[in-house]
């Protein structure tokens, strides 16, 4: 049975109406949509798997294949004490299509998981099509709204989404716009920061205690309101703060894709960029230290660069102001010459792309199921979950509430722990957000362990791995 979204709420909330298709269909021949179309087929249910391309491709796709990986060939870590090997392990042990390719198909990579591209998408291509069950069709969609009056829709289409699809799924979402040219700021952990250097506190708090003395501002310093803690501070001397900046203007940047080369507007200007406009100019934009006293010496900082936190527990913490296009390994490197930041554990590097996505933590709960239209799913990036496996996650979840949908059945409210991966993303970006935006595994978004803190990083991520894959849902296939 399936909702109809014209038809008034029944008492129990949901009025159903018979289901006149006897399939569900997936928008998106990517990751995301080929696992949840293999789930759904598992379940003995016919899918209808829509795919554009040979017809047409986005900017970054050129072979007709299903599931073409674009960029890097790594699925990250296979090791449990890394978030994206645990999620690879979750989904191992739920039977996912593409992850069983990604391991037939590897090449050496150490302790990472990568794969040959082009095998991999051959290989995920003849699986799906040799399926009994799953219909594909090269077609691009351009009536959304039509599918979803008799069935169940499932939408897949990632971060380049057809302009023609997008504009259907704005209308459907009421959402302004999808189509975002980030330029996103680093996420890294709160117990990776040195607080021997980091303190507490805002602009407006730090200002006020001006007016006591050093003895009742150090002893403020210690009884932090719940305001003042979502900001930590990490001041810089004049020679920190001008080697950081030297280092900053000759680090490496990616490469824009043609199609993302555009002008850089002032309002996401990138760190670098604005570093290269003078050796000042950073001190009086997003590292400036007025308003602050470092509690080391009580004299003003040279520069100070600002955290915020980034989640409700307070775990995870952004760099304000830190829109950046550095490459990864340039990002680790730099960033970590900031005193309080030398032993940084980053969760989320900063990115600078074309992104297209929902703002699911408004939208979706945590099935990836549209909350004003119950038989409309989302899956993949376009969901604000970021990275190759956390796309087949989403997808295979997606696939489960469609497939207990599409029967009748009574849905959950998750399918997941939230003690794992799995669960956790799915929980993150269906959890109420006003500054939302994407997120991959990482395990700052885990619930801490029960009792004690473990100081050390590997003991307590083996833990939380014990912990995840204790608690992983045994789902009855």
């Not at 930590?232 to 920190?240: A, F, H, K, V, Y």
């Not at 970021?386 to 979840?397: A, M, N, P, R």
Request: with cysteine.
């Amino acid at each position: 049975m399936v909702t109809d979204p014209n038809e008034p709420k029944s008492k129990n909330n949901r009025k159903k109406v018979k289901l006149m298709r006897d399939n569900i269909i997936v928008i998106g021949g990517g990751l995301a949509g080929c696992e949840a179309a293999y789930q759904i087929a598992k379940r003995k249910i016919k899918v209808k798997l829509y795919e554009m391309k040979p017809k047409k491709y986005s900017p970054a796709h050129h072979n007709s294949n299903l599931a073409e990986i674009v960029c890097s060939n790594s699925f990250k870590s296979n090791l449990l004490t890394n978030a994206c090997g645990l999620l690879k392990e979750e989904l191992r042990r739920l039977d996912s299509l593409l992850i069983q390719i990604a391991d037939e198909t590897k090449v050496p990579a150490g302790q990472a998981l990568a794969v040959d591209r082009e095998f991999f998408s051959e290989m995920v291509t003849k699986k799906i099509n040799e399926n009994p069950y799953i219909e594909v069709i090269n077609q691009e969609v351009t009536n959304v709204k039509d599918l979803l009056k008799d069935g169940i829709v499932i939408i897949a289409t990632g971060p380049l989404t057809s302009d023609g699809l997008a504009s259907q799924i704005q209308e459907l979402t009421g959402q302004d716009k999808l189509y975002f040219y980030d330029a996103a700021a680093p996420i890294l952990e709160k117990d990776s920061i040195n607080f021997g250097i980091a303190f507490y506190g805002d602009r407006y708090h730090q200002e006020k205690k001006k007016q006591e003395t050093k003895e009742q501002w150090k002893q403020r310093l210690l009884q932090q309101t719940k305001e003042e803690q979502s900001y930590i501070n990490l001041p810089m001397n004049q020679q920190q703060y001008e080697h950081f900046c030297k280092e900053l203007v000759k680090a490496e940047v990616v490469t824009l894709h043609e199609f993302e080369k555009r002008e850089i507007f002032e309002g996401c200007m990138p760190v670098e960029i604005m570093a290269s406009r003078g050796i000042d100019t950073l001190r009086f934009g997003p590292l400036k230290p007025v308003g602050f006293d470092d509690p080391r010496t009580a004299k003003r900082p040279y520069a100070i660069v600002q955290l915020r936190q980034d989640d409700k527990k307070a775990s995870l913490y952004n760099m304000v102001g830190f829109q950046t296009n550095l490459k990864y390994g340039e990002q680790k490197r730099i960033f970590s010459m900031i005193p309080g930041m030398e032993q940084a554990e980053f969760v989320k590097y900063g990115v600078m792309h074309r992104n297209t996505y929902i703002n699911s933590s408004q939208l979706l709960n945590q099935n990836y199921q549209l909350k004003n239209i119950p038989n409309l799913y989302f899956a993949g990036q376009i969901t604000g979950v970021e990275g190759y496996v956390e796309s087949i996650s989403s997808g295979l979840v997606a696939a489960l509430s469609a497939s207990m949908h599409f029967k009748g059945k009574e849905l959950p409210k998750s399918y997941f722990s939230e003690n794992t991966i799995i669960g956790t993303l799915a929980k993150y970006i269906s959890t109420p957000n006003d500054k939302f935006q994407p997120m991959n595994a990482n395990f700052g978004i885990l619930p801490e362990l029960e009792g004690k803190k473990i100081k050390d990083k590997k003991e307590r991520y083996t833990k939380l791995a014990n912990r995840s894959l204790e608690d992983l849902l045994q789902i009855n296939n």
